[in-house]
C-alpha cells in the first residue's frame, strides 16, 4: 500500500524560533498534499492543500506567512511553522494523493504526524 | 464550521460486544470515508462508501450511508482490545478536500 512519512515525528523548540517538518510520499507519486492540525481529543483541521509546482491553498483563518508550505517534488512536502510560539502546538499531520490511482475518490494516503510542542 | 458532528463522542464496551458510531453532515457528497486514528498516532484509512452506495461491509465493519438523512454509521462487530481509537469520519464534496467529523473514542476492554 501507498505509505507516506514524516519527519520528525516529535519536535521541541523554543519560542521564536523556525521549525520545518517534511512529508514524504515512499512509493508513490503525490501530485496533492494535504496539512492538518489537530489538537487533543480534537479532530483535524485541514490547514492547507498543496499542489506540486504551484502555490498552496490555505484555509481560512491560517496565516500562510506563518505556515510556509513547500511542495517541491512529486514526493516531498515541507511545512514550517515560522517564529513559533506555545500556541503552535499541536500535532501536525500530512497526507498524500495520487492523481492517477485515487482518481474520482479522492483516498488520501496520511504520514504518522508530527507533534510539535513550543516551550 | 462544515465540519461533521459524530456520535458518541465516546463509546465504552466490553471484548465481544458490538460498537455503533454514527455520523452527521452538512453537505451534498461524493463519498464518505471512515478513518482510525490511535493515539498520538496518524490515520488508517478503514473504508470508503460513495453516494450512491448504501451499505459496505469489510471483515468486521459495516459501513451505511443514509444521503437523505446526511448520515452514516460504521458498525464494529465482535470488538477487540485492538479496536481501541479514536474513530473519524470524513466527507469528500469534490473539490479535493475532506472534511473530518468530531470524532468518536472507542475504549474496548478485555
Known amino acids: 500500500g501507498a505509505v507516506v512519512s514524516q519527519h520528525p515525528s516529535w519536535v521541541i523548540c523554543k519560542s521564536g524560533t523556525s521549525v520545518k517538518i517534511e512529508c514524504r510520499s515512499l512509493d508513490f507519486q503525490a501530485t496533492t498534499m494535504f496539512w492538518y492540525r489537530q489538537f487533543p481529543k480534537q479532530s483535524l483541521m485541514l490547514m492547507a492543500t498543496?499542489?506540486?509546482?504551484?502555490?498552496?491553498?490555505?484555509e481560512q483563518g491560517v496565516e500562510k506567512d506563518k505556515f510556509l508550505i513547500n511542495h517541491a517534488s512529486l514526493t516531498l512536502s515541507t511545512l514550517t511553522v515560522t517564529s513559533a510560539h506555545p500556541e503552535d502546538s499541536s500535532f501536525y499531520i500530512c497526507?498524500?494523493?495520487?492523481?492517477?490511482?485515487?482518481?474520482?475518490?479522492?483516498?488520501?494516503?496520511f504520514g504518522p504526524g508530527t507533534r510539535l510542542t513550543v516551550l | 464550521s462544515q465540519q461533521g458532528e459524530e456520535d458518541p463522542q465516546a463509546l465504552s464496551i466490553q471484548e465481544g460486544e458490538n460498537a455503533t458510531m454514527n455520523c452527521s453532515y452538512k453537505t451534498s457528497i461524493n463519498n464518505l470515508q471512515w478513518y482510525r486514528q490511535n493515539s498520538g498516532r496518524g490515520l488508517v484509512h478503514l473504508i470508503l462508501?460513495?453516494?450512491?452506495?448504501r451499505e459496505k461491509h469489510s471483515g468486521r465493519l459495516r459501513v451505511t450511508l443514509d444521503t437523505s438523512k446526511k448520515s452514516s454509521s460504521l458498525l464494529i462487530t465482535a470488538s477487540r482490545a485492538a479496536d481501541t481509537a479514536s474513530y473519524f469520519c470524513?466527507?469528500?464534496?469534490?473539490?479535493?478536500?475532506?472534511?473530518f467529523g468530531t470524532g468518536t473514542r472507542l475504549l474496548v476492554s478485555p
Open positions: 497526507s498524500a494523493r495520487d492523481e492517477w490511482t485515487s482518481g474520482f475518490y479522492n483516498e488520501q494516503f
Open positions: 470524513a466527507t469528500d464534496t469534490g473539490f479535493q478536500k475532506l472534511v
Open positions: 498543496s499542489n506540486e509546482g504551484s502555490k498552496a491553498t490555505y
Open positions: 462508501i460513495r453516494s450512491n452506495e
